[in-house]
């Protein structure tokens, strides 16, 4: 993929190299599992890191990013005259209206109030146990409240504007969105929405870019979707959708998040915006300093992680520059220690001790389970001591499996069941417990832990899964004994 924005030295656009090392440095501290960071600012990359294997080239599930997408998509067909923000959903779906009709919460329910999640619903409906037909739930759920009054952040309601899309522009999302503006602005061919049991764009979380191509994105939006002098996006209609349309403040439990709400666009502090993707998937502009913050991450299960990526932001690099535009003076030996920096940045290993006094007791031995809630039969633990790495041999419900993890180090593989890519390393948190934290890194984003307890002749297992729908099996905790 050729590069379109052009590089320069932090320094060229007014930025110390410090700052961008200490911002870095702060979520690593931090512990939040960073795959990507890229700092633009006046139309210059300044800062493009990749936490291997992660690559420019590599696609990354954007989970709610795919939102701000659709409210691109609705503009371009009100645009075209195929739909006005005025319109009653219902109406352009009669199809999927219950026998009895639509309850009247849902006959009220317009485009413009499911832009700004103020829907009738309190949460999402197709994540009701037994829903198959994700659109379907949308309008059969029981509505809670009056359309238009209330903030909830309902992914159902951006799902079932996707699937409008698709319904009057006669193609998929991301296909149609090709065609208006994503070809032309070199989004990445083999870029991708995943789809829903029957065969819907996941417009809520499915989209699979680059962070490069969302960079990309939020530049277009920025410039109100003007690219190289050509308007490719309604300008009245992104001017709009950056602006404040529902007020998250007294529901969302995070600082950021209780900024405000546009259409499918979060508002941030120091009136900035940003598209915003669960696990650290962020997409952030802030006119006054002209710069943007694109990182794609893994904090599920490290509460307040995306928060502690803004504030790294804000207080790293956005509170320290200068009042003036003007660039800063070169300083070889900082920008060498931040090349550097960056080009060694590898996928987050769990911290801890390699080896334990326990090793030789416990290596290659079988345990066996009573009945349990993950339906684990036995395991056995492999460890290379020399080497400083293990296999986890386990048989559950569905057969016989194995993880190979690294002491110090991520080894890789596929998941088994599953074939996702997965990152693993291992360390001894106590000289008793060995953890593994399995990270997902695949069209799916999440991670496991696998918490291994010895003492005696028992081993107790607590399996926990950070995954948005998958790894249910790998919730739980219980005891077995060697054999």
């Known amino acids: 993929m050729n590069k379109l924005f052009p590089s320069a030295t932090p320094e060229e656009v007014g930025i110390d190299s410090r700052f961008l090392i200490n911002f870095l440095k702060r979520l690593e501290k931090q512990l939040i599992p960073m795959h990507s960071a890229l700092i633009m600012r006046h139309s210059k990359l300044c800062m493009e890191t990749y936490y291997k294997p992660y690559t420019r080239d590599t696609l990354h599930r954007m989970f709610s990013i795919t939102k701000s997408f659709v409210s691109i998509g609705i503009g371009l067909l009100a645009e075209e005259g195929k739909l006005s923000l005025d319109d009653k959903i219902i109406d352009h779906f009669p199809e999927k209206l219950p026998p009895e009709g639509a309850h009247p919460y849902l006959e ?57 899309i698709e319904k009057l522009s006669g193609m998929d999302i991301l296909s149609y969105l090709r065609v208006k503006f994503l070809d032309e602005i070199g989004f990445s061919k083999d870029a991708y929405i995943l789809k829903d049991p029957n065969g819907v764009s996941m417009g809520g979380s499915g989209l699979c870019a680059t962070p490069y191509d969302i960079l990309k994105v939020i530049y277009l939006v920025a410039n109100d979707g003007v690219w190289n002098g050509k308007q490719l996006l309604p300008a009245d209609y992104i001017r709009s959708a950056k602006q404040m349309h529902s007020d998250p403040f007294g529901k969302q439990g995070s600082l950021e998040e209780m900024q405000g709400y546009g259409y499918q666009i979060w508002l941030t502090q120091n009136n900035g915006y940003v ?29 307040g992680g995306v928060q502690f990526i803004y504030d790294a932001f804000w207080e790293e690099i956005y509170n320290k520059l200068p009042d003036t535009d003007a660039p800063l003076p070169s300083n070889p030996a900082a920008y060498d220690e931040f090349t550097g920096f960056c080009s060694l940045r590898s996928l987050f290993v769990i911290p801890g001790n390699t080896d334990s006094p326990i090793i030789d007791s416990i290596n290659n031995v079988t345990y066996t389970f009573d009945d349990n809630c993950c339906d684990f039969k036995e395991m056995t633990l492999s460890i290379d001591k020399e080497a400083l790495k293990g296999v986890l041999s386990y048989e559950n419900a569905s057969g016989r499996h194995e993880i190979s993890f690294g002491l110090g180090s991520n080894v890789f593989g596929r998941f088994p069941d599953y074939d996702l890519k997965y990152a693993a390393s291992a360390a001894f948190r106590m000289p008793d417990t060995l953890l593994i934290k399995i990270q997902i890194i695949d069209s799916a984003i999440g991670n496991l832990f696998f918490s291994l307890n010895f003492k005696d002749k028992y081993v107790t297992v607590m399996l926990r899964k950070l995954e948005e729908t998958l790894f249910n099996e790998y919730n739980g905790v219980f005891s077995g004994v060697r054999n």
């Open 108 to 164: 009220m329910l317009t485009i413009k109030d499911m832009l700004a999640m103020t829907t009738c619903h309190d949460k999402t409906t197709y994540k009701a146990a037994g829903v198959t037909d994700w659109v379907g739930s949308f309008f059969t759920v029981k509505p809670t409240h009056v359309p238009g009054t209330n903030f909830a952040y309902d992914t159902s309601s951006t799902h079932t504007l996707g699937a409008l």
């Open 275 to 303: 598209l915003f993707g669960m696990a650290g998937q962020l997409a952030l502009y802030v006119p006054d300093k002209d710069i943007f913050m694109v990182t794609t991450a893994d904090t599920m299960g490290r509460q």
